[in-house]
């Protein structure tokens, strides 16, 4: 069924401007939705320019009907629409109305007077010369302008593009629960967008430093699928459960395809050229561009991505400041941990020793009982640390092969590393650097794992892209974390994304009150029972009584401190603010594992919402809110009101 939308008000404009310049004869085509579609004025059609997608038409709209099914207005062709503006005008100017019309469906339209015009569909069957208007069925409301019908037309989306983001999508054609294209959901992920812009950029709107961001789809289903394989796969499929079957081998094969070396350089050669053949379109048709460009991928999508990623080739002058980079960092982030283990030991004091004597995380798995002895450290302290060093043998032995170092072979070591269990193809590269990589609902952790990569080292970072941000739903059955394999023995949360209203979820805060309470009064009743088994097992020494009075405060005094000094942990949930934690490079320092708060009606059952949770990320307020703040934070240009937990 035929469903007429409206173009926006800016559009609109361009158009009429067109077509009154008298263009109508000559093949003229104007850009309309921000650059997406061209329409060429003579034919009256609009066609997609960066997918396929089939022609529309388009009209020119004066006078329109109410439909039958939905109530929506729908326009009259454009011939018909000027027989009825003569008819129209002819009545007013001679004040004669009850005129009456017949369509070339031999639908008939009176005009009654000026408030009142309607329109009659014909019976099926029945004569139309014999029967009467009102014998016709029920009349359906007519109206002239489109300023008298209930119509939302947009204003028109901004002209500056700021940057410019591909978005790969999952297993299937179809991306979320409606079973919508890739096509249709980008639209909504940039609609949402645009909103979220009106909402949180507005100063940097009025002062002109926004326009928006361009989101554009990027299709590798379909070259996968006219291979010829499902002719293949047809031929060996059982006739039983024919849907289920069909829907399977449209589906869920892709994973198996991405992990086949023939098929998987099909996916790699189409989603490479694809984004590459777009991002040389996109500069064709907007010149004036000069912002960067991001990638985003769902599911296998963002698998198909990192792989790309990770051999992607940096420029030889990136590739050597990025490994002196490496050493800057290797050394500041292994004091740190040096620091962090002390800490551990209980030996905080010997940190400025540590410090003086530039001992990072390797030196010090290196030392002997020797070096420490020449370090000044005391026996006691040796002994802590010797046993410290004793037990992390095995890591010892990872941090000598480690993937950081400046060498040639330790460049090639990281890549080797991540790289691991990768399907042989050979990996095109892109024609830009990307900027930002978006993983929504990832398996790449879970890829990695599979492959075989137990840890990926903090120093390593994508080739030729910077920011990595992997984003999920906590029910999201498909997603994985990424942090745990760059810190694997520090178990800590992902950070919390906040609400793009700027607080949690009211169910979540009831939800960690109510433990911050349980966690309190545990530790209120365990802090009064031990001060009373204290106090109950302590012996009298009445002899000592006035001299034992200040060593009795103390000790009261230690007393009450000491569920202070180690108090029990509540749960991540709990903590307000996450410390900061050193989870690499791959982002640039910063976290990685963003997770989305679930709304209160997914927090009664997990599994019911589990299929939901994998496909909302296309509407998900909170998901473009920090992809916007995370690209506009690379111009310098920051939210009006700083959203809670963010970094």
């Not at 004040?95 to 015009?117: A, F, Q, T, Y």
């Not at 031929?235 to 849907?243: F, G, Q, V």
């Not at 169910?507 to 029972?529: A, F, I, Q, Y």
């Not at 299929?611 to 509407?619: F, S, T």
Request: with cysteine.
């Amino acid at each position: 069924r035929e469903r007429w939308v409206p173009f926006s008000a800016q559009d609109s404009e361009r158009l009429e401007e067109a077509h009154g310049a008298g263009n109508d004869q000559d093949d003229v085509v104007v850009p309309t939705s921000g650059g997406r579609y061209d329409v060429h004025l003579r034919t009256r059609q609009r066609v997609a320019v960066y997918w396929e997608e089939e022609v529309s038409e388009v009209r020119r709209c004066t006078w329109f009907y109410k439909g039958d099914k939905d109530n929506k207005f729908i326009p009259y062709s454009e011939s018909f629409s000027q027989e009825l503006e003569e008819a129209y005008m002819i009545a007013v100017t001679l004040d004669e109305w009850k005129k009456k019309l017949e369509s070339p469906n031999r639908e008939v339209i009176i005009l009654h007077n000026p408030k009142l015009m309607v329109h009659y569909h014909p019976v099926a069957g029945s004569d139309d010369w014999v029967s009467t208007p009102t014998e016709q069925g029920r009349p359906r409301t007519v109206k002239r302008g489109v300023e008298n019908i209930a119509v939302e037309i947009p204003s028109g989306e901004p002209l500056q593009i700021d940057h410019l983001v591909f978005v790969v999508h999952g297993i299937g054609p179809a991306c979320d629960i409606r079973f919508r294209s890739i096509v249709q959901c980008v639209n909504d992920f940039r609609n949402v967008s645009l909103s979220m812009l009106q909402a949180h950029f507005k100063k940097a709107q009025e002062q002109q430093q926004v326009g928006r961001v361009e989101f554009l789809p990027v299709n590798w289903h379909s070259s996968l699928h006219s291979t010829g394989v499902d002719v293949d796969l047809e031929r060996i499929t059982l006739p039983s459960i024919n849907r289920l079957r069909h829907f399977i081998n449209d589906t869920i094969l892709d994973v198996f395809f991405y992990n086949s070396s023939t098929y998987c350089q099909t996916i790699v050669d189409t989603v490479a050229s694809e984004m590459n053949r777009l991002h040389r379109l996109f500069l064709q048709r907007n010149p004036q561009f000069k912002g960067g460009v991001s990638i985003a991928g769902h599911s296998l999508g963002s698998l198909i991505l990192f792989d790309l990623l990770t051999n992607q080739k940096a420029d030889p002058e990136e590739d050597e400041h990025q490994a002196q980079g490496s050493r800057t960092t290797s050394g500041t982030g292994g004091i740190e941990e040096v620091k962090e283990i002390l800490k551990k030991l209980e030996l905080s004091e010997y940190c400025d020793v540590f410090e003086r004597e530039k001992v990072d995380r390797q030196a010090l798995l290196l030392c002997t009982e020797t070096n420490l002895k020449e370090m000044g450290i005391p026996l006691g302290p040796r002994m802590k640390i010797l046993h410290y060093l004793s037990s992390k043998t095995d890591m010892k032995v990872w941090s000598l092969s480690q993937p950081g170092d400046s060498t040639e072979e330790g460049r090639n070591c990281q890549y080797r590393d991540v790289g691991l269990g990768q399907v042989s193809a050979n990996y095109p590269q892109l024609n830009y650097k990307p900027t930002i990589f978006f993983a929504f609902g990832s398996p790449i952790g879970m890829f990695l794992t599979v492959r075989g990569v137990k840890r990926i080292d903090p120093n390593y970072s994508l080739p030729t892209c910077k920011g990595f941000f992997n984003i999920f739903h906590p029910f999201d059955p498909v997603a994985y974390r990424i942090e745990p394999m760059i810190v694997p023995d520090l178990e800590f949360e992902p950070m919390l994304l906040p609400h793009h209203k700027g607080r949690k979820r009211m169910h979540l805060e009831l939800k960690e009150g109510l433990t911050r309470m349980s966690v309190d009064l545990k530790n209120n009743l365990l802090g009064s029972l031990r001060v009373a088994w204290q106090s109950f097992t302590r012996a009298p020494v009445p002899a000592l009584e006035a001299g034992s009075a200040e060593a009795e405060a103390e000790a009261e005094g230690g007393t009450e401190k000491q569920p202070d000094t180690k108090p029990e942990e509540p749960p991540a949930a709990v903590k307000e603010e996450t410390p900061l934690i050193n989870v690499g490079r791959l982002n640039g320092g910063n976290r990685i594992d963003y997770v989305l708060q679930e709304k209160p009606i997914e927090s009664f059952n997990e599994y019911l919402f589990a299929l939901q949770g994998h496909l909302c990320y296309w509407e998900s307020e909170d998901t473009v809110l920090l992809v916007l703040k995370e690209i506009y934070q690379t111009q310098g240009i920051t939210l009006d009101q700083p959203l809670p937990g963010t970094q």
